[in-house]
């Protein structure tokens, strides 16, 4: 039995996922921001860093996992939702503990910000971003990154969930791969005995 595209689709191309460049830009800025504005020797620089490239990196796992495992990616999927809502609160936190302003949803920093994300998925603008900006203005712009970043995966959450709802999983996958195959099989010999059986009437 031949194992194409078909059977085992060719996943991994998770770099052309929006959610997933989302998730590197803000692992781009996070990373710059801990390092510049927390003391150094302060355990909450790694956590952030650390929640950071697992909202990313569960992204890139998962949507490579998927090929053979739609369990495995949705729960990686998941994995990188919860991570990425631990920085969000990272952030508040830093916010809240040093008497910062906090934008609300509608405030119009938040929707330029908000506008200016969602054209611009380049990490490098991030990274500049931290050297000119405030420490409250850049966990502001994080804090709105971070509530797209949720959208957009649990937008491809359920999407992975539909997939997993209507394909099934690889078992499924492969048992009705085995039912085609045999079903091909059954009708290649009944077309076979039906020529011979022609050939033996006509003798």
């Known amino acids: 039995m031949k194992l ?17 460049q989302l998730g590197n830009c803000i692992f781009a800025l996070t990373f710059a ?32 996992d998927g ?13 990188a939702k919860a991570s990425m809502h631990e920085l969000l609160i990272d952030y508040e936190d830093f916010l809240m503990t040093r008497g910062l302003e906090q934008w609300e949803a509608s405030d119009e920093r938040t929707l330029q910000t908000r506008k200016y ?15 000119n900006r405030s ?7 994080a804090i709105t990154m971070l509530h797209q970043f949720d959208v957009m995966i649990t ?14 999983g690889i078992k499924e996958q492969m048992f009705r791969a085995r039912l085609q195959q045999r079903d091909k099989g059954n009708s290649s010999s009944r077309s076979s005995q039906s020529t011979r059986s022609e050939k033996d009437n006509k003798s």
Do not use: W
């Not at 020797?41 to 952030?48: A, E, L, S, V």
């Not at 937008?155 to 099934?168: D, P, T, V």
């Open 33 to 64: 921001f801990a390092h510049r504005f927390l003391q150094k020797g302060d355990r909450t620089i790694d956590q952030m860093v650390q929640a950071a490239r697992s909202g990313k990196q569960n992204i890139a796992e998962g949507s490579v």
């Open 67 to 79: 090929a053979t495992s739609k369990e495995m990616e949705i729960k990686l999927t998941n994995v």
């Open 4 to 20: 194409d595209s078909t059977f085992i689709p060719q996943k991994g191309n998770y770099r052309h996922l929006r959610v997933y």
């Open 155 to 168: 937008g491809l959450i359920e999407a992975q969930k539909q997939n997993f709802i209507n394909e099934g």
């Open 135 to 141: 420490a409250g203005t850049i966990a502001n712009i």
């Open 117 to 131: 994300c969602y054209k611009h998925m380049n990490p490098k603008l991030y990274q500049e971003a931290v050297k």
